[in-house]
C-alpha cells in the first residue's frame, strides 16, 4: 500500500545517519498508550523500587526469627506483624521484601549472561554466514531442545556437592550464582536466533548498504548502524527473559534446590508449604511476589512489542 | 525435499540431544564421586569393603568411560539399572511413575487445546470488544501466574476451607471415594489437571487468539465472506484450521515439556509421578533413576517433535515430503 | 457474520419496484477509527452501475478504491466505519440489510474476484473443496452435482482437465491458474454483478492479457454487469464502458470512456491521462501503472480542507484551498467535481 517511497535516493539519504532517534521517542510515544505496557511499567517499577529502598524501611530483619522464641511463628497478620509470621518465627512481609533484590539480581544476571552470548554468537552466525552460521545455530537449536528446567535440577544439586571442600565453597551465595549461570546459559538461544536474523535482515538493508558504499569501516556499521537497529526486538525477548528466569529460579527454589543462604521468594515457599494449612499467608504473600513481577515484566514485554511494531495491531 | 532425507537429519539430530544431554548428566554424577560413598559415609558401621562391593553391584566401579559405554549399551536394551534407593529395576519405577504422569498432564493439554480455542475464537471474532479485552486480560495475567501458585490457591479453596476435593496423592489412604478405584483416583486428579489446564490455557489462548487475528485478516477469509459463506463456515472450516498451524509447534513443545513441569506439579499435589520420583532421586544421588528419568524426558521431547513434523503434514497440504 | 458497523441512518428507503440502475451507490462515507485518528479512505462517493455495464474505477494507489469496492459487500476490514451513503443494489440499501439476507446476496447476486490469486485462495482446502462448498451452500445441490457444475466452471475459465484440477491445492497451480480459479469462484451462482478489483496486477504481462480476454469474454456470455477496479489506464480503456476517476477517497470524474480519454474535465484526470504514453483504444499487452504525478496524495488521517487535489493541481484557486467542490453535471451522464469547471463549494469544517 505504501508507496515506493523508501527506495528513492532521497529517503535513503534521510536514514544513512543511523537509526533515527525518532525511532525512540516514537516508540516511547506509543508505549504510552498503551495501557498494558504502562501497567507494567509501573509494576516492575514497584518491584525495583522495592529491592532498592525495601531493606531501609522493612520492619525487621529478614533473620530476625524472635518470633519463634516467642512461641508466635505461623501466627497470622497483625499489627505487629502485618503478613504474619512464618513456620520459623520469621516475618513474612519483611522477608518477602528482602527477596526482591534476589528476584532482580536473578532476572537480571540470568539475562546479561544470556544476552552476551546470546548477540555474540547471533551476530557471528549471522554477520559470517555459511559453515559457521550452520554450526552455531545447530548449536542453539541442541540448547533449544535439552529439557532445560529438570537438567537445571540436577546440575544444581550436583555441583553443590562438587565443590564442597573447594575455595569456591566460601563464595557467598555460590549456589544462586550457578543457578543464575545456569538460567543464562539456557536462555542464550533466543537471543541468538532473534540477533542472527536481524543481523541478516539489516545487512542487506538500503542504509547499511549506503554506509558501506561511503566507505564505512565494517566495525562502525556494526556497531553503529546494525546493531542499534537490531536493539527493539532484543530488549523485548530480554524483558520476556527477565520474568521467565525468576519464575524459574522460584521453581528451583521451591523444589528446594536453592540457595539455602540467600533469601529468594522460591525459598520461602520451601520452607513454608509444609504449613500451608495453618500458614497460608506465608506462601501468598512471596507467591504473590512472584505473580507481581513475573506480570510486570510480561507486560513491560507486551508494551513494547507493540511500541516498536506499530503495524502488528490496527 | 525427500521425506526421507528430511526424517534421517531429524533422528540425526535426535541421537546427538540424547547423547549430548546423558553425557553431560553422566560426567556430572561422575564428578561428585561414589554416590554410594557419600550416601553411606555418615552412616556408622559400613566397612569399606561393604561399599566396594555395593559400587561393583550397581556398575560404580570402573573407569568413566568404560561405565558410559556399559550404561549406554544397556540402554540400548532397555535397561537402565537398578534404582540405588528403592532396589527396583528403573524400568518399572518409569513405567509406574510415567503413567501417573501421563495421567494428569494428558487431560490437561487436551482440556487447554479446546478451552483455548474456543476462548481465541470468541476473542478473535469481537476484536476489542469487551469480550475479547475480558479474554486477553485473563489470559495475559494465567500467562504470568505460576504453576504453583494456582496450585496453592486451588488447594486452599477447595482443600482447604471448602473441603470438597483432596489436596494430595493419587489415591485416598484409607476409604476409597465411593468405594471405586476409578472414582477416587479420578476425584484425586481435579486439582492437579485444573492447576495444569490453568497453566498451559493462558498461553495458548493467546497464540491462538492472535493467529485467528491473522487468518481473519486475509485474503481468502475476506473472499470467504464475499462468496456467502456464514460465519460457522468461515471461522471454524477457513480460518480455524490455518490458524492452528502456528499452534502445533507450541503445541509440539508443551507435549514434549510436559514431563518438564512435572516436578512442580507433583511437589505441590505430592503425586507420585516421575516428575516426584526425580526430585526424590537428585535429592538421595539415586543416579541410575536420575539418568533414566532424564532419558525419558528427552526421547519424550524427540517423540513430540517427530509428532509435531506428521501433525504438520497432515494439516497443511503445502508440506507434503517427498 | 463479519460486517462492518454502520451508523448512517438511511435518508429514504428505496423504493420498491421502481427501475433503476443494477447498482447506485450515494454519498458512501468509510472511516478508519485508528488509534492515530480517523482515516478518512472513502470521504463521499457516489457511482452507478447499470445492468450489462462495465464501470472502470480508476485512482492512485491509497485513494480508496478497495475499500470502497470491498464496502458494497459490507467487507471492509475491522477498524472500519461505513458513516454515512447507501449502496442501493437492485432495489435494497445493502447497508441497512441484516447479516443473513446480505449473506443471501454475497456469492450469489454480488460476486468478488481479488488482486493477489496467491493469497486470496485458502491454501490448505483443494479446489474442488471450496468451489463446491460454496455452491453446496447456496443451492443445497448433492456433492456430485457441486462438483460437475465446478468442473463445467473450470472450463468456462479456460482451464484444461478441470477434473485433475479439483482435487489440487492452490500451491499446486500457477498464478494465472489461480487467478482463473478466483473468478471460476466468482462466477459459481452466475452474480448479476462481479466486483474486480485489481484482478491482473499480480499477474505477469502475457496473463494479464489473458485474464483481461476472459472476463470481457464472460461479461458478453453471462450479461453480467462488473466494477472493474484498476490503477491501470490501459485496462479501463480496453475494458470499460463508464469511467469513475477518484482521488484521496473522492470522486473527481464519472463519464463514459470516451468522454474520459477524448474529452475530460478534472484537472486530476487530465494529469492522469497526459502522463500517460498516448492511449489508443486497443489494449497492447503493456504494463501501464499509473504515472507518477508530481507530488504525494495526501495523507488521508490529516485530510487537507478544500479540494483533496489543490496542492498538486495545476489550475488551483485560492478559494480551492477552503471550498470542497461537489460533484454536478457538466453534460448528459458526464459529472465532475471541481470548482474550476463550476462546481458548486461546500463548506468545509
Ligand atoms: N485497516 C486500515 N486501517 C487504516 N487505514 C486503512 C486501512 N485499510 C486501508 N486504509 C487506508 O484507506 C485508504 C484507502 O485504501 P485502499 O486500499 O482502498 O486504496 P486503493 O485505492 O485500493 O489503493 P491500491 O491501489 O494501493 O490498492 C488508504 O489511505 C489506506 O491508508
Ligand atoms: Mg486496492
Known amino acids: 500500500m505504501d508507496a515506493d517511497f523508501a527506495s528513492s535516493p532521497v529517503s535513503v539519504l534521510a536514514t544513512l545517519q543511523r537509526p533515527p532517534a525518532g525511532v525512540w521517542r516514537q516508540a516511547w510515544h506509543r508505549f504510552r498508550r498503551n495501557r498494558a505496557g504502562m501497567i507494567g511499567l509501573v509494576l516492575v517499577t514497584l518491584v525495583v523500587l522495592t529491592a532498592i529502598i525495601g531493606p531501609f524501611v522493612a520492619p525487621y530483619d529478614p533473620n530476625d526469627n524472635a518470633a519463634m522464641l516467642r512461641g508466635a511463628s505461623n501466627a497470622a497478620p497483625s499489627a505487629r506483624n502485618w503478613l504474619g509470621t512464618d513456620r520459623n518465627g520469621y516475618d513474612v512481609l519483611s522477608r518477602t521484601i528482602y527477596g526482591a533484590p534476589t528476584a532482580l539480581a536473578v532476572g537480571l544476571g540470568a539475562m546479561l549472561i544470556a544476552s552476551l552470548i546470546g548477540v555474540l554468537v547471533g551476530g557471528v552466525a549471522g554477520y559470517v554466514g555459511g559453515f559457521t552460521d550452520e554450526a552455531l545455530m545447530r548449536g542453539a537449536e541442541f540448547f533449544m531442545v535439552v529439557p532445560v528446567f529438570v537438567v537445571i535440577l540436577a546440575v544444581v544439586r550436583l555441583f553443590g556437592i562438587i565443590v564442597v571442600g573447594t575455595p569456591l565453597e566460601r563464595i557467598p551465595n555460590f549456589n544462586l550464582m550457578t543457578i543464575i549461570l545456569l538460567l543464562g546459559l539456557f536462555s542464550w538461544p533466543q537471543i541468538a536466533r532473534m540477533t542472527r536474523a536481524e543481523f541478516l535482515r539489516l545487512r542487506h538493508a538500503e542504509f547499511v548498504e549506503a554506509a558501506r558504499c561511503i566507505g564505512t569501516t565494517p566495525r562502525e556499521i556494526l556497531f553503529r548502524h546494525i546493531l542499534p537497529n537490531a536493539l527493539p526486538p532484543l530488549i523485548v525477548l530480554v524483558a520476556l527473559g527477565i520474568g521467565g528466569a525468576i519464575l524459574a529460579e522460584a521453581m528451583v527454589s521451591f523444589l528446594g534446590f536453592g540457595d539455602p543462604k540467600s533469601i529468594s521468594w522460591g525459598q520461602i515457599l520451601f520452607f513454608n508449604y509444609q504449613s500451608l494449612k495453618v500458614a497460608p499467608w506465608a506462601c501468598l504473600a512471596p507467591g504473590t511476589a512472584i505473580f507481581v513481577t513475573v506480570l510486570g515484566f510480561n507486560l513491560l514485554a507486551d508494551g513494547l512489542t507493540d511500541a516498536f511494531n506499530p503495524r502488528v495491531r490496527a | 525435499m525427500g521425506a526421507l532425507r528430511f526424517l534421517l537429519r531429524r533422528l540425526a539430530f535426535s541421537a546427538a540431544l540424547i547423547l549430548g544431554v546423558s553425557f553431560i548428566l553422566f560426567a556430572l554424577i561422575n564428578a561428585i564421586g561414589n554416590p554410594i560413598q557419600i550416601l553411606l559415609s555418615e552412616t556408622p558401621g559400613v566397612s569399606e569393603e561393604m561399599i566396594a562391593t555395593l559400587s561393583r553391584y550397581y556398575g560404580l566401579d570402573g573407569n568413566f568411560i568404560d561405565r558410559y559405554g556399559a550404561w549406554l549399551w544397556s540402554i540400548v536394551h532397555f535397561d537402565f539399572g537398578t534404582s540405588i534407593i528403592y532396589n527396583q529395576p528403573v524400568g518399572e519405577l518409569l513405567e509406574v511413575y510415567g503413567l501417573e504422569t501421563l495421567k494428569l498432564q494428558l487431560p490437561a493439554i487436551l482440556l487447554s487445546t479446546l478451552i483455548a480455542t474456543a476462548a481465541g475464537v470468541i476473542a478473535a471474532m469481537r476484536q476489542h470488544g469487551w469480550a475479547d479485552f475480558s479474554i486477553v486480560s485473563s489470559a495475559m495475567l494465567g500467562h504470568s501466574l505460576p504453576g504453583f501458585l494456582v496450585g496453592i490457591v486451588l488447594i486452599l479453596i477447595f482443600s482447604y476451607w471448602l473441603g470438597v476435593l483432596p489436596s494430595y496423592g493419587a489415591y485416598s489412604t484409607r476409604n476409597l471415594m465411593m468405594g471405586s478405584m476409578v472414582i477416587d483416583g479420578l476425584w484425586h486428579m481435579v486439582l492437579p489437571v485444573a492447576m495444569l489446564t490453568v497453566f498451559n490455557t493462558a498461553t495458548l489462548t493467546l497464540l491462538m487468539r492472535s493467529s485467528l487475528v491473522d487468518v481473519l485478516r486475509q485474503d481468502y477469509i475476506t473472499a470467504a465472506w464475499a462468496s456467502g459463506l456464514p460465519a460457522r463456515r468461515v471461522v471454524l472450516h477457513h480460518a480455524l484450521r490455518n490458524a492452528f498451524i502456528p499452534q502445533l509447534t507450541y503445541l509440539g513443545t508443551l507435549f514434549g515439556l510436559m514431563l518438564g513441569t512435572a516436578p512442580v506439579t507433583e511437589t505441590v499435589f505430592t503425586w507420585p509421578g516421575l516428575g516426584a520420583l526425580y526430585i526424590t532421586a537428585i535429592h538421595q544421588l539415586d543416579y541410575p533413576v536420575i539418568m533414566g528419568v532424564t532419558m525419558v524426558i528427552t526421547v519424550m521431547l524427540v517423540v513430540a517433535t517427530l509428532l509435531t513434523d506428521i501433525a504438520y503434514v497432515v494439516i497443511d497440504p503445502r508440506i507434503r515430503l517427498g | ?349
Open chain 3, 1 to 349: 457474520m463479519r460486517s462492518i458497523p454502520v451508523s448512517a441512518p438511511d435518508p429514504s428507503p428505496a423504493k420498491a419496484g421502481q427501475p433503476g440502475p443494477l447498482l447506485a451507490v450515494e454519498g458512501l462515507k468509510v472511516h478508519f477509527h485508528t488509534r492515530d485518528g480517523v482515516v478518512r479512505a472513502v470521504d463521499g462517493v457516489d457511482f452507478q452501475v447499470g445492468t450489462g455495464q462495465t464501470l472502470g474505477i480508476v485512482g492512485e494507489s491509497g485513494s480508496g478504491k478497495t475499500v470502497a469496492s470491498l464496502t458494497l459487500l459490507r467487507l471492509a476490514p475491522p477498524p472500519a466505519r461505513i458513516v454515512a451513503g447507501r449502496v442501493v443494489f437492485e432495489g435494497e440499501n445493502l447497508l441497512l440489510q441484516p447479516d443473513k439476507r446480505l449473506a443471501e446476496i454475497r456469492g450469489r447476486r454480488m460476486a468478488m474476484i481479488f488482486q493477489n490469486p496467491a493469497t486470496s485462495l485458502n491454501p490448505i482446502l483443494s479446489v474442488g473443496q471450496q468451489l463446491t462448498e460454496i455452491l453446496r451452500w447456496h443451492t443445497g445441490v448433492s456433492r456430485q452435482a457441486a462438483l460437475d457444475r465446478a468442473a463445467e466452471l473450470l472450463t468456462l475459465v479456460g482451464i484444461s482437465d478441470p477434473a485433475a484440477r479439483l482435487r489440487q491445492y492452490p500451491h499446486e497451480l500457477s498464478g494465472g491458474m489461480k487467478q482463473r480459479v478466483g473468478i471460476a469462484r466468482a462466477l459459481l451462482c452466475e452474480p448479476a454483478l462481479l466486483l474486480a478489483d485489481e484482478p491482473t496486477t499480480a499477474l505477469d504481462v502475457t496473463i494479464q492479457a489473458q485474464i483481461l480476454d476472459l472476463l470481457a469474454d464472460l461479461r458478453q456470455r453471462l450479461s453480467m454487469s462488473m466494477v472493474l477496479v484498476t490503477h491501470d489506464m490501459g485496462v479501463v480503456a480496453r475494458m470499460a464502458d463508464r469511467i469513475t476517476v477518484m482521488y484521496a477517497g473522492r470522486v473527481c470524474e464519472t463519464a463514459d470512456a470516451d468522454t474520459i480519454f477524448n474529452a475530460p474535465q478534472h484537472p486530476y484526470t487530465r494529469a492522469l491521462l497526459e502522463s500517460v504514453p498516448r492511449i489508443d483504444h486497443s489494449y497492447s499487452g503493456a504494463r501501464r501503472v499509473l504515472p507518477s504525478i508530481a507530488g504525494r496524495p495526501p495523507d488521508l488521517l490529516h485530510a487537507p480542507p478544500g479540494c483533496r487535489f489543490h496542492d498538486r493541481c495545476p489550475e488551483a484557486a485560492p478559494e480551492c484551498r477552503r471550498t470542497m467542490p461537489r460533484e454536478h453535471l457538466v453534460a448528459p451522464g458526464h459529472s465532475v467535481s471541481c470548482l474550476r469547471r463550476g462546481s458548486p463549494g461546500e463548506e468545509t469544517p
